[in-house]
Structures are given as structure tokens and as C-alpha cells.
């Protein structure tokens, strides 16, 4: 096995064995890197639109318009279901990540302490912040509409499948907020009836 290693014709075939054993997981990452991609975009997508953007869709008759009104209907749902199913992708994109660059590079010819680490937080940081921030992201923002448009199907099958742990995020998300702005009432009212009771002691 030693003798072979340095061979370059040795390495090929010992690539492209590993290529063959690992199409499945390779399939998997360029689907779930897709995912992401369409889910980053769709978020800048959908979130970008105004209001007018809005009023002028509903007047539309078309099928894949009219999916992006429906599901603007309830937006903070939309956005954490986006949320939620993004960094789950992100996830496995990891996990698939770190296994295929463990199966096509031999990290035991590096001498150097945390080579392995660095390599595989370079490559896969690299990945997503491609794939799944700057380019979905700023093609969103160059039509935002055709963006939705085009990709509205597959966010609305987001929706349906993470609709029950973000309606619970938002449920619990929004009774947060009802305690956070009561407090600050509260806060409000306090400090107000001080400043009254400091005006009629003045006034005395």
C-alpha cells in the first residue's frame, strides 16, 4: 500500500473509486446546497417586496404570483419556517461535508498540528457562504419577483412541513413580545406617576 501511494496513476484510480462509493452522498450535498440556495434567495426574495410590489401581484391572475400573496399572508411564519429548514439544511450540508473530505483527502501526511480542522472550516465556510448567502442573496435582489416566482413552489412545500414548530415559535414569540411591552407600560406608567408625585411635592 506504501509503495503505491506516491504513484499518480495509483491516486487516480484510488480517486475515482472514492467518487464512484460516494456519488449517493455527493447528490446529496449538491440537492441540499440547491435547498439552500433557493431558501437564502427566497428570503431577500420575499421580504424585499413593498407593499405596492403586493397590491400590484393580488390584481394578477397568474398561479405562481398568486403563491407568493398566500404566503405573505402570514410572514413571520413564513420567515421562521425559512429559518428553521435553512439551518437544517446547513446542518447536513456540514455533516456530508466534513464525511466526503475525509473519504478524498489523507490528512495523515500533514505534519501540521490542526491542518485537518482548518482545511475542513475553510473549505465548507467557503460552501455555504457561496452557495448559500452571496450568490442566492444577491440574485434575489436583482428581481426579487421572478426570484419568488420561480422558486415559490418549493418555499410553500417549506412551509407546509415546518409549519407546526414555527407556528409554536411564533405562538411563544409572540407572548414573549405581549410580557417584554407590558413590563415597558408598566416601566412607563411608573416612571410617570413619580414625576406627578414629584410635581405636587414641588407645588407644596
Known sequence: MEAHSGNPLYLSVSFIASL?????LIFLICFLLFLSFVIAGSEVAFFSLSYKDIQVLKTKRHIPLQRIVKLLEDPKKLLTSMLIANSFINICIILIANILIDHFFIFDNFSIPGMEFIIKVVAVTLLLLFFGEILPKVMAT??????AQDFGFIIQVVYIIFSKPSGLLVKYTNKIEKKLEQKRVDEMNDKSQKIQNLMILGEK
Request: hydrophobic letters at 20%; proline letters at 0%.
Open 20 to 24: 464512484q462509493q460516494d456519488s449517493g
Open 142 to 147: 436583482q428581481n426579487n419577483i421572478r426570484f
